[in-house]
């Protein structure tokens, strides 16, 4: 059997959330992705809310109420809103935000004080030499959790009123709760085995299980880390508040057992094996940690025990083991760090310490480890890097240095080491890579190098459910069903072709003004000259652009027209066209500040049942819109 490699799951995500109003079809929140996979399973949240699982099964985290493996999809419950795999654990948040988990415990990963329905034996959990326990059907962990980040060895949730509560394994004080537990192995390793609160106001979390690293972003923009910290991945000089002595190595290794703040105005943060990133609220990126391979982009190969600053205009930040990538504002992907596969995508296997421009419109990035890959504004998914499995889906197992074009309409795709998974905008799964467990899902254990159907079983958006529209990818009971009827009887848009509506595909900043522009009437710009730098007069969205300068809805030098549309940006051009009627600038989100520019937006938006929240507490200001989402917005500010 091929290698396997350590599990950790990234999901790279382009069907971001926007929550409709009160009464609408329910999209997807909680920042969470439709696709999840991790190293053996894999699984699926359809439009209904039914979550469907597949692959490996052994340790129960298919959910079946089976140890069996399956190679197509199982049906698990009905109900889910967000879903968060990792290997050997599965959770899921239903409606009620109850948060639900199956798989290992192992570790007590679970939240359900070590116990299981299935003793697998052959562990050495709690001193119990024989006892592995395992649960092979969900079990209610708790309640009123808003978010949820599985972990093949410990658990982090949020709950709806901002607490972080963490729980499993705790050998190097993950936890955060200053290194307790509740259990301890017979060979001394601790274990947190039910959740405990580590600390409240956190808007997001993240970890990495490799690493032994987490950090947590408060609502304030306040970043907090703790774990393992050998290389200063956790932002202080590599110090801690306990440590191991090494004996045979003559070394110390410091590790943190409570949050220690790294720094302010944070909007997001990523983590890689040693080292670590993060974006400020003006769009600066800051990393610190291992530099062995230049990772950190500094024009160095020199560690950071604190942060530095790398560059401007940083829309998201992705860490692989040694490498990074960045997309910027203006949709270009930027890389650097190890490159001994071609991870980098720059044409060459050389590593590089300074950032290198990789290409152009792209819309999503990400990957895994040592594969990389993206998905551009026209949908297209393209990958590159290291390919043992065949998992870059180019039909060879040749390692890429340069990107490679998978397919066409793509809008989310998620991979783990060896494997991918993708969603089309018709709302057909594909997977490709590694399949030794059946995690392809295509009722088959075979190795694929180019994208394979997952098995029927698992609903897709279908033209036979009927519509009244010519697009196959807008089915009648799909929310934006009507928002799109509307849309295209007014002439606000069409199709991307003539088939084909692309509801999942991201909307750009050109996209959204020039719809916006046209459902108000078209009206002509006072002025002729454009004064964007990035806005020409062949440009389709220029008089749009124009028009929206003179409204008062844009400033600067440049108008970033090709960058994606967020959540918070699509209510700023509302209400700004809408005359900023007067609102609360106190949202009731613990991510939009009063003093934020577009609390006001955020405020007449909701109270006119325009959007929600991705959560009771939460708006995800900085998430990106999709083209249904945006026409969904649009009807209902002016045609509902």
Known sequence: MKKQLSSLLLALVLLLSLTPAAGAYDIKTTASSPIAMSLSHAAYLDDSGTLWTWGRGVSGELGSG?????????KVMDGVTAVSIANGVSAAIKAGKSLWMWGSNYHGQLGTKGSGDVNIGGGNNFDHASKHYVHITPVKVMDDVASVRAGSFYTAAIKTDGSLWMWGDNQYGHIGNNGGSDKTDRYGYVYQTEPVKIMDSVSYVTFNEDAHTVAAIQTDGSLW??????HSELGNSGQGDKFYEIEELDSVEYYQTTPIKVLENVTSVSLGANHTAAIQTDGSLWMWGSNYYGQLGNGTNTDAGEPVKIMDGAAAVDLGWSRTAVLKTDGSLWTWGRNCYGQLGSGSTEDSNVPVKIMDSVAAMGGYQDQSAAIKTDGSLWTWGWNYYGQLGSGSTKNASVPVKVMDQTSAVSGHQGTMLAVKTDGSLWSWGWNYYGQLGNGSTEDST????????????????GNDTPFSDVSRDAYYYEPVLWAVEKQITNGVTATQFSPGATCTRGEIITFLWRAMGQPEPEGSASPFADVTESDFYYKPVLWAYEQGMAAGSNFSPKAPCTRSEAVSFL??????????SVTGFADVGSSASYAKAVSWAVSNNIVNGTSDVT????????????VTLLWRYLGK
């Open 450 to 465: 180019v994208p394979v159907p997952v098995k029927t079983g698992v609903p897709s958006q279908d033209a036979a459910q």
């Open 575 to 584: 209400w700004h066209s809408a005359g900023r009627p007067e609102a609360s």
């Open 619 to 630: 708006f995800s200001p900085s998430d990106t819109c999709t083209r249904g989402q945006i």
């Open 66 to 74: 089976a140890r069996d493996n399956s190679s197509v999809p199982v």
């Open 225 to 230: 880390m703790w774990g393992k910290n050998i």
